[in-house]
């Protein structure tokens, strides 16, 4: 047993080819599942789709357990947000023919869980230049991202019932995102208490998020590297000295002048 916590501690945390294959097939398994739970969450559950649910939450359930099993803190990790949020999932899923399809956006937090992984997150900085070069916008655009997508399903699953306006997974996107950009047609309102407090949280939560978008693509570039000396961790692409205490930088490039 000693030997096989060891294999699956060096897959997840280790630094070698094998083991970033493996968590990058995890970042393929998890892209596949969005894109089915984006698909499938404004359907309703057939044979095939309960079927398809029960074999991802198998897997997203053997993923969880081997974490839980080579964690040093294993309360502390049962704690943290990303883990709540997998134990959702994985209760969405498998459970899926007993309880309502409604909690199906539920899933897709887990691609949060993914992309905020210290080590996922070394290994394309390490394999990825363009990702090195566009970190924070690409996180930026996935937060904002799933955060669209789990507003659109709440809007659906809370008003498709009761609003003659949303009527498709569609129009509950369409009005998300004028609601989100503050564009506000007016063409499509969100009816009842409920609707109108869920309408204020995408405003008033969309707008930061949108605005925390902007600043990251509009601001100057810069590159993530941590400064031996102070600890700074962004610093201009031809910086040769840390601006903040001036000790001397040895930042990887890929020869650009």
Same mark, same amino acid.
């Given at each position: 047993?000693?030997?096989?916590? !060891? ?10 080819r !094998?083991?970033?294959? #493996?968590?990058?097939?995890?970042i393929?398994? @998890? ?5 089915f ?9 057939t ?28 309360? =502390? ?11 959702l ?6 459970l ?6 409604? #909690? ?5 937090? =887990? ?13 394309l ?21 799933? #955060? ?7 809007? #659906? ?13 569609? @129009? ?14 007016? @063409? ?7 609707? =109108? ?24 570039? !810069?590159? =993530?590297?941590? $400064?031996?000396? $102070? ?6 692409? @031809?910086?040769?000295? $840390?601006?903040? $205490?001036?000790?001397?930088? !040895? ?7």
């Amino acid at each position: 047993m000693e030997h096989l916590k !060891k294999t699956i501690e060096l897959l997840y945390t280790g630094g070698s080819r !094998k083991a970033a294959f #493996f968590r990058y097939a995890l970042i393929g398994f @998890d892209l596949s599942t969005i894109v089915f739970f984006v698909v499938t969450t404004p359907l309703a559950p057939t044979a095939g789709i309960l079927l398809a649910d029960f074999a991802i939450g198998t897997v997203i359930l053997a993923d969880f357990l081997g974490r839980l099993w080579i964690a040093p803190n294993k309360l =502390r990790m049962l704690r943290q947000i990303y883990t709540i949020t997998d134990i959702l999932v994985i209760l969405s899923l498998l459970l899926a023919p007993l309880i309502s399809q409604n #909690f199906a956006f539920l899933r897709v937090l =887990r691609a949060l869980r993914l992309l905020h992984s210290y080590h996922v997150l070394r290994d394309l900085r390490r394999d990825t230049p363009f990702f090195r070069r566009n970190e924070d916008v690409i996180v930026s655009s996935v937060n904002l991202g799933v #955060f669209i997508f789990l507003m659109t399903a709440l809007v #659906f699953v809370f008003q498709f019932a009761d609003n003659p306006d949303i009527g498709s997974f569609i @129009d509950a996107l369409y009005f998300t995102v004028s609601t989100l950009t503050t564009t506000g047609f007016g @063409d499509i309102i969100l009816t009842g208490n409920l609707g =109108r407090l869920l309408a204020v949280f995408i405003m008033v939560v969309g707008v930061a998020l949108f605005l925390r978008l902007a600043q990251t693509i509009f601001r100057p570039q !810069k590159l =993530r590297h941590t $400064c031996p000396e $102070c600890g700074l961790e962004r610093h201009e692409p @031809d910086a040769i000295h $840390c601006k903040h $205490c001036g000790h001397g930088l !040895k930042i990887q490039t890929e020869g650009a002048g």
